[in-house]
C-alpha cells in the first residue's frame, strides 16, 4: 500500500483480557517495527523483525507481549492478560534497506 | 542505548517568526530523523539526515555527527506547524533497527 496501515484505530478492553493488534508495512519493506507511545514513558521500542525473524525484541515489557510476522509482511502484535499500563498508543513503522522509518497512524488501546 | 536529548521542551512563537530546535546524542549514529507529530498522533517524516545539511520548503536540518547533534531550522512559521517535533536516533552498527527517540519540542505558533 501506499502507507503503513494499523488496525483497530481504537480499541476498548477489560482488564485480563487478550488483544490482537494488526500493522501494514509499505510494500516492499523488509524491515518492521512496533513502538508505543504513552503519556509518562514518551516514545518506546518494543520489537524489531527483518523479515519474518526478530533479531531485537529487547523493548517487549513482559512475557504477555508477543508479535509476529509472517510473508515477510502483515505483523500481530498480541498483549495477553492486559492491565491499566499497557493503555497506549502502538505505532508500527516499516523501512527499506535505507533505514528511514515510516510510521503508521497508531492504534490507540485503552484497558479499563 | 543512546540518550536523545531535544531543546527547548516548549516553544511558543508569534506565526511568521523562525525558530531553532537542538538534537544531542550521546554516541555516533548511522540514522537520524526528524518528525512532527501532528495534533492526531500521526509521525509525519521531516528529514532523514544522519549527516550534512537538507532543505525542504521553510524547513532545514543540520546534522554534525562528529559533534553529536543536530539542529531543525523552521522559517516564517505557521500555525500548522504547531504540534511536537521529535529527533530520533539509531545505532552506529547498521541503517537498520531500533530507533531511539527524544522526548520531543512542543512547538505553539499563534496567529
Known amino acids: 500500500g501506499a502507507g503503513v496501515s494499523q488496525s483497530p484505530s481504537n480499541k476498548v478492553t477489560e482488564k485480563g483480557k487478550d488483544v490482537e493488534l494488526r500493522c501494514d508495512p509499505i510494500?516492499?519493506?523488509?524491515?518492521l517495527y512496533w513502538y508505543r507511545q504513552s503519556l509518562g514513558q514518551g516514545l518506546e521500542f518494543l520489537i524489531y523483525f527483518q523479515g519474518n525473524s526478530a533479531p531485537d525484541k529487547s523493548g517487549l515489557p513482559s512475557d504477555r507481549f508477543s508479535a509476529e510476522r509472517t510473508g515477510g509482511s502483515v505483523s500481530t502484535l498480541t498483549i495477553q492478560r492486559t492491565q491499566q499500563e499497557d493503555s497506549a498508543v502502538y505505532l508500527c513503522?516499516?523501512?527499506?534497506?535505507?533505514?528511514?522509518?515510516?510510521f503508521g497512524p497508531g492504534t490507540r488501546l485503552t484497558v479499563l | 542505548g543512546i540518550q536523545v536529548e531535544q531543546s527547548p521542551p516548549d516553544l511558543i512563537l508569534q506565526e511568521g517568526a523562525n525558530s531553532t530546535l537542538r538534537c544531542n546524542f550521546s554516541d555516533s549514529v548511522n540514522n537520524l530523523q526528524w518528525f512532527h507529530q501532528n495534533p492526531w498522533g500521526q509521525l509525519i517524516n521531516l528529514f532523514y539526515?544522519?549527516?550534512g545539511t537538507k532543505q525542504n520548503g521553510r524547513l532545514s536540518a543540520t546534522t554534525v555527527a562528529t559533534e553529536r547533534y543536530s539542529l531543525l531550522y523552521i522559517s516564517s512559521s505557521q500555525t500548522t506547524d504547531s504540534g511536537v517535533y521529535f529527533c530520533a536516533v539509531g545505532d552506529r552498527g547498521s541503517t537498520l533497527g531500533r530507533l531511539y527517540f527524544g522526548r520531543g519540542t512542543q512547538l505553539t505558533v499563534w496567529p
Open positions: 539526515i544522519p549527516s
Open positions: 510494500s516492499g519493506h523488509t524491515a
Open positions: 513503522a516499516s523501512s527499506s534497506s535505507v533505514g528511514e522509518q515510516f
